[in-house]
């Protein structure tokens, strides 16, 4: 019997766990694909979460688990779980993923008329911790962009690591929107349409230092671009990957004294924090960055109680009126 569309060779193993299930989970997988247009890994991830639960299952109900089964099973089961999980001593956010993954699962089969259970909606995610990113100075980030310049050896590749760099920092770029850029972007203008997590556009304004970074690098790149290849590129011409701008940091890093936390994505935050302390507003800043909620940019910009209290006394109306009474 021919596998359904949809499922790679890793999937294969779905065959052995739950035979009954093969065409319902590459349909699932299409609408995540499809619909929620979730990105490659997170959609890599969800595929391996809901594997690995149902050959959780396979071993806890001592069968394969079909659509009756998934059906029939008790918040006690999905307790057991979550406690095996617990007991391998998994991390709280690959937990958390994971009963994300599952619950997409269900609600979907569900959806499709398969499956209805109740019970997964018993389970709470389990507590993360409040991990907010480090930012760096303005002083060590132009102190960055200035050594960046200085000791990758070769020019050109000198001149696109600080154009890497300045739009990560300059522009508050993902490095996977960054490296995403097309020859065809460039010359940058005054405004950069920027395809964000889920497909979602922004548009973010350009920096003259950022436009004139990339200008020095393509002066100097040796390698032929054409318009809808890649606008950075590595050694060999092809484009340019992740780990060759996180090792550039890296040694930045060690040059410079700074600490661990100073990462490609730190630049971003330091973009959000360095913008928010200069007087910019929170929805500004969300837009710029792309964030679907403005908690997500108060997480990323550290802004504490004092400061939104702060924002709030100078700028709403009726807090204007209330200090002015106490003169």
């Not at 484009?239 to 930045?252: F, K, S, Y």
Request: net charge positive; glycine share 10%; charged share 25%.
């Amino acid at each position: 019997m021919a596998r359904p569309a949809g499922l790679n060779a890793e999937q294969t193993r779905l065959g052995e766990l739950a035979p009954g299930l093969t065409g319902p989970f590459a349909r699932w997988l299409r609408w995540l694909e499809g619909e929620r247009r979730l990105a490659v890994r997170t959609h890599e991830s969800y595929q391996r979460d809901v594997l690995a639960f149902l050959a959780f299952l396979a071993t806890h109900g001592g069968a394969a688990p079909t659509l009756k089964i998934l059906a029939e099973l008790r918040p006690a089961d999905f307790r057991a779980w979550l406690a095996e999980r617990r007991r391998r001593d998994l991390k709280a956010t690959s937990t958390a993923r994971a009963l994300s993954a599952v619950r997409s699962f269900f609600r979907w089969l569900e959806r499709d008329g398969l499956v209805a259970n109740a019970a997964i909606g018993a389970l709470r995610s389990p507590r993360l911790p409040h991990a907010v990113p480090k930012p760096l100075g303005v002083g060590e980030a132009k102190a960055l962009l200035e050594r960046a310049g200085v000791d990758a050896g070769t020019p050109w590749i000198a001149a696109r690591d600080v154009a890497v760099l300045t739009v990560l920092y300059g522009l508050g770029l993902r490095i996977s929107e960054a490296l995403g850029l097309s020859r065809d972007a460039a010359p940058l203008g005054e405004f950069l349409t920027i395809r964000g997590k889920g497909g979602k556009q922004r548009l973010v304004p350009v920096l003259p230092v950022a436009a004139q970074a990339v200008e020095r690098y393509l002066a100097l790149c040796p390698h032929p671009l054409v318009p809808d290849g890649p606008l950075f590129v590595g050694v060999r011409g092809g484009r340019l990957g992740p780990r060759t701008v996180q090792a550039a940091m890296q040694r930045l890093r060690g040059q410079l004294g700074l600490g661990p936390t100073a990462t490609p994505h730190a630049l971003r935050h330091s973009f959000a924090t360095h913008l928010l302390g200069d007087g910019g507003d929170l929805r500004t800043i969300q837009e710029l960055l792309g964030h679907a909620s403005l908690s997500t940019t108060q997480r990323y910009t550290d802004v504490d109680t004092e400061q939104l209290l702060a924002i709030y006394r100078t700028a709403h109306p009726r807090a204007k009126r209330r200090a002015a009474d106490k003169l």
